[in-house]
């Protein structure tokens, strides 16, 4: 595994003085981040590899500022880590954390799905209703999917069918009914629902806010249900409370839910699932190595 760093610096959130150090420091490296909210200002990522010399000097760059109280740097969190794996390295994990790669909107809720809000903190809810969505705006090329409330799951039936063909463990699949239509159930696509449970994070993952304050999350539900975080490090969770399905979801959510998001759990998946996903040659996942502990 090789393990990078990715460091945003914005004008529009007051980091100036970081977007101008990056392009003088690391010229070559430096790109410009084409979708800013305020026109005329600039937003720049690099990528360098964690740990690194020059991880170090934005790492003393950042903590610096951060000590001096500056605005832009205490309010934000900045960059987040990238892991690239090896093929062999992905065959041979025990349990891999599954991200799901295609968001689309609308969401459940704008197109008529029923919710119930269960902690006005953090926006933890409940579906109360078959979900209902614009169908023409699901990716028509990804067999997963999901909407921009980010726990609304959507699958392909190539997807339903392998995960049904390999006798595999976990997961169930509820009709998706058509918002121009919604009596219409859709034949193509189908809300993943997993019931699959892997209990919650061990104490070996690493939390924090970002890679250049690794000690505390950044906030978190005074309920206990959820948080918004970074992953410091890969996820771990305890072999004992994980059921042995092949897809399963952590007790702890994450996110800043409010609105129309929601706060939702990491997926995990086995070996087995993995290997299924690769030979039926499903799009739309990306993944890390996970570790049962
Ligand atoms: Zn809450």
């Known amino acids: 595994m090789t393990e990078y760093v990715n460091v945003q610096a914005s004008e529009t959130l007051d980091q100036g003085e970081l977007v101008a150090f990056l ?30 010399p020059e991880f170090e000097e934005i790492r003393e760059f950042i903590d610096a500022r951060r000590k001096q109280g500056l605005h832009g740097f205490t309010k934000f969190t900045i960059g987040w880590h990238l892991r690239k794996y090896t093929k062999a390295e992905l065959q041979h994990a025990e349990v891999l954390r599954l991200t799901i790669s295609s968001h689309f909107e609308p969401c459940g809720e704008e197109c008529g799905t029923v919710y119930e809000t269960l902690c006005k903190e953090c926006n933890w809810c409940r579906q109360m209703s078959d979900l209902i969505l614009d169908l023409r705006r ?4 990804k067999d997963i999917s999901e909407t921009i409330a980010w726990i ?10 392998a995960f049904a063909e390999n006798s595999l463990t976990g997961a169930e699949f509820r009709p998706i009914f058509e918002f121009k239509n919604p009596i219409k159930q859709s034949s193509e696509w189908h809300q ?19 890679p250049f304050s690794p000690t505390g999350v950044s906030w978190r539900c005074s309920l206990g249900h959820a948080m918004v975080t970074n992953f410091l490090s890969e996820i771990y969770v305890h072999r004992d ?16 839910g409010r609105n129309l998001l929601r706060p939702s759990p990491l997926i995990l998946i086995s070996q087995r699932m993995y ?13 890390e190595v996970a570790h049962l502990t």
């Open 241 to 256: 409370a994980w059921d042995g399905s092949d897809i399963a979801t952590t007790s702890d959510l994450f996110g800043p």
């Open 138 to 141: 699901v990716p028509q090329r």
């Open 152 to 161: 609304e799951w959507i699958v392909s039936s190539k997807f339903v069918r």
């Open 23 to 52: 392009k003088s420091r690391f010229p070559e490296k430096t790109k410009l981040v084409e979708r800013t909210v305020v026109k005329g200002t600039e937003c720049v990522e690099v990528r360098v590899p964690s740990g690194s």
């Open 192 to 210: 993943l629902i997993v019931s699959g449970k892997a209990g919650a994070l061990a104490e070996k993952t690493k939390l924090g806010r970002d």
């Open 275 to 287: 290997r299924v996903i690769q030979e039926a040659g499903l799009a739309g996942f990306s993944y």
